[in-house]
């Protein structure tokens, strides 16, 4: 696992992190493991379109007897990369299991947006929802998900509520951080850790 780098992306819907992974992918050639989409897809399959997976989900907050299924998928895109985004993260959990089955740690990044009439706007155009639809099911899932975040251990929160530019601009500012010769030279035989990251971020929980 030498010189890996790993991003645990976690944020509410409609937020920016698809935005976030294109960045990385065109920008820094990282490899995204769209984590809760290859659950989504696995669990349709297994089930034959079975809503079960919500609620193990959300209801249950519990996805690793279904993250078990995707490990050789999984593990194929993180032994041929040296920089992963992991989008879609919900918790701890998820986190624990990325460590004890590949031994990656990760920095956890938090996309935060908080103009919802924005947020309304994008998920009722994605999913052509109406915009009162949109609000509805986006409130359900925020009260789920804010729920699952809060004992996640947060490195990094970058603030998405101006221009693209300016979003894209914090990115560079966490990309710098993370590929400097500080966080090189603390590396080891493993992926550079969190605690090494933060030598770079002075501090956990950095808003940016």
């Given at each position: 696992m030498m010189n890996k780098k790993c991003l645990a992306l976690f944020?509410?819907?409609?937020?920016?992190k698809t935005t976030f992974c294109n960045f990385l992918k065109s920008k820094y050639n990282a490899s995204i493991i769209y984590l809760s989409r290859m659950l989504e897809k696995k669990v349709c399959k297994l089930t034959n379109g079975n809503q079960i997976?919500?609620?193990l989900k959300f209801k249950l907050n519990n996805r690793i007897p279904l993250m078990n299924y995707l490990k050789n998928e999984i593990?194929?895109?993180?032994?041929n990369s040296n920089f992963i985004v992991i989008e879609?993260?919900?918790c701890e959990e998820d986190c624990k299991w990325f460590k004890e089955n590949f031994g990656i740690e990760c920095l956890r990044i938090y996309i935060e947006n908080n103009d919802n009439e924005l947020r309304f706007k994008r998920y009722s155009k994605r999913n052509n929802y109406s915009i009162e639809t949109a609000k509805e099911k986006l409130?359900?899932?925020d009260r789920l998900r804010i729920s699952s975040f809060i004992n996640s251990g947060i490195d990094v929160i970058i603030k998405n509520?101006?221009?693209?530019?300016?979003?894209?601009?914090?990115?560079?500012?966490?990309m710098a951080k993370l590929f400097s010769k500080?966080?090189?030279n603390n590396g080891d035989d493993k992926s550079i850790v969190r605690h090494q990251y933060k030598l770079n971020f002075q501090k956990s929980n950095l808003v940016i």
């Open positions: 944020g509410l819907k409609a937020t920016g997976y919500y609620e593990k194929e895109i993180i032994d879609g993260m919900l409130q359900e899932s509520d101006t221009s693209m530019k300016d979003f894209e601009n914090k990115i560079d500012l966490v500080k966080a090189e």
